[in-house]
């Protein structure tokens, strides 16, 4: 009885088996999936979290800074203060605000020339220095305090008392001081002492090294504009170029050796963190099985676009176009969304070329431990605008926009 018991047992098991296998081996042949292969990676730190803080803008070039730190031979595990950066934009933010009676945008949002500004002005510091955390929390969490200080320069332009108050700045820096903790004069760093200002100065990060550069026909091409970004609160200027010459440079710095703070927009149904890839799809009919295309006029419109976005296996991406990176910036199509990091540049199983992108996100969420891989497409469609090093520009461009 027992002999009997477990060679069914087994038999059954044997039968199981088989048909599981076979169920992964169909799984396999329907959901092929993306496969990269990276071609380029650079040097960078580890994947940060900016958590419940619109500053995406900060961890980005901060990022962007710490690899180029580690390109010119410094400290391969240096870890920058994001919220020093934070800290001194309200301040000069708040300024200009009051300045300007107000018709400015004031919020958590940014830009990556601030953190190069900011660096220039108020120098910086290392993470163990200033963590930006003097408030009960363990992680970035900005909602108070932006109603706090929105409210704040909103009453001193509303000017009750008929005339701007001499106190009204002090006070102000005291809640920054009271949220993110007072600004150390100087401080340690590996057996050294710093201030702020010297600190820069070892890492050499010289803020005139750095220009963005973007690519819109509502400006003249081979010259610089200011964005037209709310958070552009500073007002920074970006290079022009044809779209064929921004990705030109793009792929320059990468190949040799230059990293890149990169501002899009990843509010789009192509863009997908939990499946790690940003992409544009063609959606055309051509671009589907037989089967899908059989069931076509039966599918909704919504069923349709779910289609062309299921992330399930790379397909056919729109050819862009200057007109089509322009119309969509004048229809808000694509708007100043997230500011990130590319390291590298990857291609799928099919050829299609990919940018690899560090996130803000923490290493939770996405299949690549905090990075997604952006096409070619995705990239020359939802740019806004980017930062390099001046030297990762092609000679012959530099001497079109004229840097020097």
């Known amino acids: 009885m027992k002999a009997f018991k477990l ?3 087994g038999l059954i098991a044997f039968t199981f088996s088989n048909l599981y296998s076979q169920e992964v081996k169909d799984a396999e042949k329907t959901e092929e999936g993306y496969k990269f292969t990276d071609e380029i990676r650079l040097p960078t730190t580890s994947v940060k979290n900016q958590y419940r803080a619109g500053t995406c803008w900060s961890y980005s070039t901060i990022s962007f800074l710490e690899s180029e730190i580690i390109r010119m031979g410094g400290d391969k595990d240096i ?5 020093w950066i934070v800290r001194h934009t309200y301040n000069d933010k ?3 605000y009051v300045r300007m009676h107000g018709i400015l945008n004031f919020g958590q949002g940014g830009a990556f ?19 930006g955390l003097n408030y009960g929390t363990e992680k970035d969490v900005h909602g108070e305090l932006d109603a706090i200080l929105t409210s704040y320069v909103k009453a001193v332009v509303e000017n009750k008392n008929k005339k701007v108050t001499t106190a009204w700045l002090k006070a102000y820096n005291g809640v920054l001081d009271a949220y993110f903790g007072e600004e150390p004069k100087d401080f340690e760093y590996k ?20 220009v963005e550069i973007s690519s819109y026909t509502h400006h003249p091409f081979y010259s610089q504009f200011i964005m037209e970004v709310q958070d552009n609160w500073m007002w920074g200027s970006v290079y022009n170029l044809p779209i064929d010459e921004m990705m030109e440079v793009m792929d320059n710095a990468l190949k040799n050796g230059y990293t890149i703070a990169w501002g899009a927009d990843v509010s789009e149904k192509g863009f997908s963190w939990t499946h790690g ?9 051509e671009n589907l099985s037989d089967d899908e295309r059989s069931k ?9 676009a779910k289609l062309f976005y299921s992330f399930d296996k790379p397909t056919k991406e729109k050819v862009i176009t200057q007109e089509m990176r322009q119309e969509a910036f004048d229809n808000y199509q694509t708007t100043d969304d997230h500011g990130m990091h590319i390291i590298g540049i990857a291609k799928d199983q099919n050829g299609t070329k990919y940018y690899i992108v560090k996130n803000s996100w923490s290493e939770k969420g996405s299949p690549y431990e905090g990075y997604f891989y952006a096409s070619e497409a995705f990239v020359k469609y939802k740019t806004m605008d980017f930062m390099i090093h001046k030297d990762a520009v092609p000679s012959a461009i530099k ?6």
């Open 113 to 131: 020339h601030d953190v190069t500004e900011m660096i220039k002005e108020y120098g910086i510091v290392p993470q163990e220095t200033y963590q």
């Open 296 to 304: 076509w006029s039966e599918l909704s419109e919504r069923e349709r």
């Open 7 to 9: 060679i069914l047992l």
């Open 94 to 96: 708040a300024k200009k």
């Open 399 to 404: 001497k079109k926009l004229d840097i020097k």
């Open 277 to 285: 890839v940003a992409v544009v799809p063609e959606e055309t009919k």
């Open 191 to 210: 057996g050294k002492k710093y201030t702020p200002k010297s600190f820069a100065e070892k890492l050499k990060i010289n803020a005139d090294d750095y």
């Open 79 to 83: 870890d920058l203060s994001e919220m």
